[in-house]
């Protein structure tokens, strides 16, 4: 008996997942049409067939978008996707952007991208198109699986963006879903959940699709690149795949670059890059890419370096499937706080993965019969692998590939006849590339380092009687199989591509001075000599004349590097292309990237953390004042952070957000004369001479500041607190604010304050969201410490110091009411709130080993303090103190970090954007016209 | 040896020396014995949130102290005292990472790497509040 569900779009799934289906089996006859159609001279028949079908796919998935969309906004919440990430609330932006808000709408997404860029690819027509769209149909095909969403027993193959909720797995068999009238019964239907609030910016409406283009633009030169392994056209698929390669670097480095302006303008870890893997896994494919398409370039002019060029532009492409592969297939597990979870696609996206790499490492092979060999070996390893125990499998394939491919650099892929000379221009554009190649591996092998624990897990036995028999502690690490990036995880990929960027980035220097073929070396040096006197010149006004001291040597190698750059391709820019700017993007986006990473550097190794606790437990005041990164603010205090004074003053919610409001006031430095007698950390110290105070007491107060160990009467008496500086006019507020989110713990959002020369970051790292309780009388929760006689707290306004603990004598006993027998200490305590005084002592009462309470009321100081017992080996009361909330004043705990000339990190990726986008542009004039000079 | 294969040579020793300092730099996660019996040398400890004992914060005394409870891999239960401010999502986190060392018998953490927990989970909770509405 068929159920008919009132109110549900029950069609939709069905056309839905049959539209899928369709385009499935059209990109499939697609491959075969194409194919078909690229043998030997070509077959236009088969090519108009293989066309067809490929319309058919194209057409099939825009309606999949379009029908998701209609889902969307018309709020369908009994489709799965549409519950998990849409709900009415959201603006129509971020409704659009919903759309990509899981992992079916990602692959959607990739896949609408391939689509478009497909379209150009066939009105081009041309000898090309047949066997490029062959691989590109592939690849389709291949992403298409993905979404299928059908079911072998228990096995999911694909994910289904057109679920309905009632058919989920886990839903299966539960009684509401055998309501007719579900929809309307059951109340999660009426909303959806919406995008996680962390989401819920315009970075996630331009982020992802400027991405995603950047990942799908790495398809095709790959799908070149194979088209020329196939014809045996080596060079030829050169030239018309550079401006794609050119495109998918601009773009994708777009894509790059806002992530982190996101992260840097809406989360909280402090900066714009964190290495995180999902970070890494966009970058890699992007440094290869970069790599590949430098030499396509020089390929233009002389033929170089083809298997490298096949193995970037390959790998470019592989390496985005292999990111898809980390962030979706939930094996990055525990090492990441990103990472997405096991949707069960794992195996799926692994054999996408392999078979595409290996069929690239194939058809590099030249023999076609070699071919069907290897391709036998490797359907034998995955049934293997299927079948049995996927790891060993996994691992001899992947051997396999890497043996292969040094066959095919050796025999089969065309070398030049006579070596490079050293001075060439290709020879370094090669260097370059291999420089690349080396630090993409290292963020590549660090970031999956997950995976390697999982290709370790087979061997467990191995390496533990290894260990047992040579004690080697790498043995038993490897039995563990669970490696972790180092504590310190920015050092460990900095120690590595520190160097690695100085080496690349002095390249973008010197190389393009250098001429194809060969260069007159004194000529050369003629040319770089002058960028390099202004560079090293520039540096040095850097080192003496501002406060930048770099952390150790390669930095400031790679500050060096990054001037050098600058200043060389602006020689450039000027004396050779003679300010053609149009046609200078290279110039352009070689500027861009050197002041983006000398923006980078500058503003992470110099950024200054100037929040330090000011107030806080008053005992640390008298130990070394450690390194403590955050500043507790009582509402309407005033302190000094900096170079400011800052002021909480207000606090308000908007939407989802709390807000705290934070005045920033000018800093106007105090002037000491000599003889001037301060307050500080406990201890009083008198001014040497004459002297403007620093930000900072301690910088200072060897040179300027005597201590006074036994301050006498004249002392006491003139002393005042030190400080830096006092409050000047306001200069402007911070909001920082927290976002409320059930689902991933409340999430604070910094507030930024941009400024031509830094910016100043702040955000809360603790703020209290919610009333306080209270009991009937409005007392808050009492609080429990431990003091000695001499210590002192702040409670509220009120500085509490306990001057003794005596011990009752008898005389008084009888006027507190207390026997004899009785054993009572009395604590003398002083409260002490804008210069009034008053002095109370609770008493704690022991009468036959019981504890008498002694609760004494302070009420008109909002205060209550019960003494709970006494240690009499450390001389230790600990007593619990109540506020009313009357008093209690609200606080907030900030960090705030300075990153100076950060503009320039922002301003250098505008430029690298433009000049890319100038470069491409080129890229594609000289396509269409082979004689124009470069 | 022609120059080509020079840079090639390089290049592999740059990758294999790349390989080598990420093995010896990396950490293994440990257990709480472990660590406490190597007291001042750092280690990583995995294992999840104790829920059933609170998570201790007062920053008007200690902006930089978190208390809490955290089970390791061997099912061990210790006190953790966190030097930082207390990191949101905590609470709803999956998994804790610490990195801290033994001093004095009480383990302090220096860092902490938490995974937040999964998108997909969510809506399990509302569909139990389904369940209920409908019976």
């Known amino acids: 008996m068929d159920i008919v569900y009132t109110g549900e779009w029950t069609w939709v799934a069905r056309l839905g997942q049959l539209l899928i289906a369709t385009g499935f089996a059209a990109a499939l006859l697609a491959v075969f049409g194409y194919l078909k159609g690229s043998l030997g001279d070509g077959n236009e028949e088969w090519k108009r067939f293989g066309r067809k079908a490929y319309w058919v796919h194209v057409v099939s998935f825009f309606s999949v978008i379009v029908l998701i969309y209609i889902l969307i906004f018309n709020h369908r919440y009994e489709f799965q996707y549409v519950w998990k990430y849409m709900n009415n609330g959201m603006p129509t932006s971020l409704q659009f952007a919903s759309f990509w808000g899981g992992q079916e709408g990602g692959f959607l997404l990739w896949m609408f991208w391939h689509l478009v860029l497909s379209i150009f690819i066939i009105r081009k027509k041309g000898v090309w198109e047949g066997p490029v769209m062959t691989f590109f149909a592939a690849v389709q095909a291949s992403l298409a699986c993905m979404l299928l969403g059908v079911y072998f027993g228990d096995y999911q193959f694909g994910l289904d963006p057109f679920l309905l909720t009632r058919e989920a797995p886990n839903n299966l068999g539960l009684p509401w879903t055998k309501l007719a009238d579900y929809l309307t019964r059951v109340p999660m239907f009426e909303d959806g959940q919406g995008l996680n609030p962390l989401l819920q910016n315009y970075w996630m409406v331009i982020h992802p699709p400027t991405l995603f283009l950047g990942f799908a633009s790495t398809v095709v030169p790959f799908a070149f690149a194979l088209a020329g392994l196939w014809k045996k056209k080596y060079i030829e698929w050169m030239r018309p795949a550079t401006p794609w390669a050119f495109f998918g670097v601009m773009i994708l480095g777009t894509g790059i670059l806002m992530g982190g302006a996101w992260a840097y303008e809406a989360l909280s870890f402090g900066g714009f890059w964190a290495w995180d893997p999902v970070e890494n896994s966009s970058l890699v494919p992007w440094i290869l890419l970069v790599g590949g398409a430098h030499l396509l370039m020089v390929n233009r002019t002389k033929v170089t370096s083809v298997f490298s060029a096949l193995f970037l532009i390959v790998g470019a492409h592989l390496l985005i499937v292999y990111s898809t592969f980390l962030t979706k297939s939930g094996i990055l597990g525990d090492t990441s706080v990103h990472s997405f979870v096991d949707s069960g696609i794992l195996p799926q996206l692994l054999v996408y993965l392999l078979a595409f790499a290996g069929l690239a490492t194939i058809m590099m092979i030249r023999s076609t019969k070699e071919r069907w060999v290897y391709i036998g070996v490797f359907a034998i390893l995955f049934f293997v692998g299927y079948f049995g125990q996927a790891v060993i499998p996994t691992i001899i394939y992947v051997a396999l590939l890497g043996f292969l491919l040094i066959k095919a650099y050796r025999k089969d892929i065309p070398k030049p006849k006579v070596e490079e000379e050293l001075w060439s221009r290709e020879f370094w554009i090669f260097i370059g590339s291999m420089v690349l190649l080396a630090a993409a591996i290292h963020i590549s092998f660090q970031t999956s380092l997950n995976v390697f624990n999982k290709l370790l897990e087979p061997f467990e036995g191995v390496f533990t009687s290894l260990y047992e028999s040579t004690e080697w502690p790498m043995a038993k690490s490897l039995a563990d199989h669970s490696f972790a990036p180092n504590t310190d995880y920015k050092q460990s990929y900095h120690i590595v591509q520190v160097p690695l960027a100085f080496l690349f980035i002095m390249l973008i220097g010197f190389v393009q001075w250098l001429k194809y073929k060969n260069t007159d070396m004194k000529k050369f040096v003629k040319k770089i000599s002058r960028s390099l006197i202004i560079a090293a010149v520039l540096m040095s006004v850097l080192l003496l004349f501002t406060e930048f001291r770099a952390s150790d040597f390669p930095v400031a190698a790679l500050v060096f590097a990054c001037i050098f750059a600058f200043t060389s391709n602006f020689d450039y820019l000027i004396s050779i292309a003679k300010g053609k700017w149009d046609r200078s993007g290279a110039n352009i986006a070689h500027i861009g990237f050197s002041l983006l990473i000398l923006g980078a550097v500058i503003s992470t190794s110099q950024s200054e953390i100037i929040s330090q606790n000011q107030i806080g437990n008053i005992q640390d005041l008298n130990t070394d004042l450690n390194n403590r990164e955050d500043m507790l603010l009582m509402q309407n205090d005033t302190l000094q952070m900096g170079d400011y004074f800052i002021s909480y003053t207000d606090r308000y919610v908007d939407g989802i957000h709390h807000k705290f409001t934070v005045q920033y006031f000018e800093n106007i430095p105090r002037a000491y004369e000599k003889d001037d007698i301060v307050y500080y950390g406990g201890m009083v110290f008198e001014a040497k001479d004459d002297h403007i105070a620093s930000r900072n007491f301690i910088e200072q107060m060897a040179d300027n500041w005597r201590r006074i160990d036994f301050p006498n009467e004249r002392h006491a008496k003139e002393a005042i607190r030190w400080s830096s500086g006092t409050k000047g006019d306001s200069l402007f507020t911070l909001e920082p604010r927290i976002q409320l989110n059930e689902q991933m713990g409340n999430a604070p959002e910094p507030d930024t304050r941009h400024m031509l020369h830094k910016d100043v970051y702040t955000h809360l790292k603790w703020a209290r969201l919610s009333e306080p309780e209270t009991d009937e009388e409005g007392f808050l929760e009492g609080r429990a410490h431990d003091v000695h006689a001499g210590d002192s707290m702040i409670v509220s306004n009120i500085l509490v110091t306990f001057d003794d603990i005596i011990a009752l004598p008898d005389s008084e006993k009888a006027a507190n009411n207390i026997f004899v027998d009785d054993i009572a200490l009395q604590v003398r305590m002083t409260l002490k709130e804008k210069g009034e005084e008053k002095v109370i002592n609770p008493l704690w009462i022991v009468r036959d080993s019981q504890i008498i309470p002694d609760m004494v009321d302070v009420d008109d100081w909002g205060m209550r303090v019960l003494i709970n017992r006494f240690d009499p080996t450390t001389q230790t009361i600990n007593l619990t103190i109540w506020e009313h909330e009357s008093i209690r004043r609200d606080f907030i705990v900030m960090q705030a970090v300075i990153f100076p000339q950060i503009n320039v990190l922002w301003i250098g990726c505008l430029i690298m954007i433009l000049g890319t986008t100038l470069a491409v542009r080129h890229r594609i004039r000289l396509a269409r016209q082979p004689k124009l000079e470069e | ?135």
């Open chain 2, 1 to 135: 040896m022609n120059k080509t294969g020079i840079v090639l040579i390089m290049l592999i020793a740059i990758v294999v020396g790349t390989f080598i300092a990420t093995f010896t730099g990396a950490s293994t996660s440990v257990s709480f014995d472990e660590a406490f019996e190597n007291p001042g040398k750092e280690f990583k400890i995995s294992g999840t949130l104790d829920k059933t004992n609170p998570v201790i914060y007062n920053p008007e005394e200690d902006t930089e102290l978190t208390t809490f409870h955290m089970i390791d891999e061997n099912n061990v239960k210790r006190e953790v005292k966190l030097r930082k401010a207390k990191p949101n999502g905590l609470e709803q986190s999956e998994k804790v990472h610490l990195y801290g060392q033994f001093e004095n018998g009480e383990f302090f953490a220096n860092e902490m790497l938490m995974k937040c927990p999964s998108k997909y989970d969510e809506n399990n909770h509302l569909l139990e509040t389904a369940e209920a509405s409908v019976q």
